[in-house]
């Protein structure tokens, strides 16, 4: 039986999402490298556009560091082969070598294979208002 992270189910999402969360934390460029999809294109709270090597690189070099991962709430969506997260949460660390804290809604559309089980096609990132 496979482990339910490579399972094409919404527990199997959630369980990706924490995956990848972790790794951010641990700044596990292996991991990272497993769970982004080749085709990455993700869109920064500044509006720039950032592909999978320009995220693992932030990770290798040290510019991109995560200190702390919040999470308040994170919904999960699966049809078929394609998944949504919905995570938000307080994120604060080192981007682009710049420190930074804030709390961030992540919207991931996530795809699904046998083999590679769930990785990360597009994403967009927004900065919300402070909790209050």
Not at 37 to 46: F, Q, T
Not at 92 to 118: C, I, K, N, V
């Amino acid at each position: 039986m496979r482990h339910v992270s490579t399972t094409r189910s919404p527990e199997g999402l959630l369980l990706a999402e924490r995956s990848l969360h972790a790794a951010q934390r641990a700044g596990d460029v292996a991991a990272l490298g497993r769970l982004l999809d080749d085709r990455l294109v993700a869109i920064g709270p500044d509006g720039a556009r950032y592909t999978k090597r320009d995220d693992l690189d932030g990770y290798r070099s040290g510019s991109s560091v995560v200190d702390e991962l919040v999470e308040e709430d994170v919904e999960v969506v699966v049809a078929g082969s394609t998944g949504v997260t919905f995570f938000r949460g307080a994120v604060s660390g080192t981007f682009g070598g710049q420190p930074m804290a804030a709390r961030l809604r992540y919207t991931r559309t996530w795809t699904h294979d046998d083999e590679a089980g769930w990785r990360i096609l597009a994403a967009h990132i927004a900065v919300l208002p402070p909790a209050g």
